[in-house]
């Protein structure tokens, strides 16, 4: 969970670290397939599906899930940053919790169902 928690463009020492880039975009797809499962099992039109990943997964209601669960004082952000987490940032945190959640439960979906629920992602 700490890589997580570790905003992009992070470094140790010599040692180049992405971040959490790499679980934000597996979180970014995770996420997407949970709500669009989510969305198959009522049967609803292509439409209402997009509608769905545009109201739930993007930067907007991630960020602001983020600022709701006070995410800030837990994201190790870049020096430069001065300790202060861009929208994108946090987004990009939610998304790679639930890419962390979806790789340490050995990608059980119902975990991150569990989780998508507990961060408020749908409510439909």
């Not at 009522?42 to 993007?58: M, W």
């Not at 190790?76 to 919790?97: C, F, L, M, N, Y």
């Not at 169902?113 to 439909?124: A, Q, T």
Request: charged share 25%; with cysteine.
């Amino acid at each position: 969970m700490q890589e997580a928690l570790r905003a992009s463009n992070m470094s140790e020492g010599s040692i180049d670290l992405t971040g959490n880039k790499r679980l934000a975009l597996v979180g970014d797809s995770v996420l997407s397939v949970m709500l669009l499962n989510r969305w198959y099992g009522k049967g609803g039109s292509t439409e209402e599906g997009d509608l769905i990943l545009q109201k739930h997964a993007c930067n907007k209601i991630l960020d602001a899930k983020g600022q709701e669960w006070s995410l800030d004082k837990f994201i190790t952000t870049h020096p430069a940053q001065k300790g202060e987490v861009s929208k994108g940032v946090r987004a990009s945190t939610v998304e790679a919790i639930i890419g962390a959640v979806w790789l340490d439960s050995f990608k059980n979906a119902a975990e991150v169902d569990r989780v998508i629920d507990i961060l408020g992602l749908y409510d439909d």
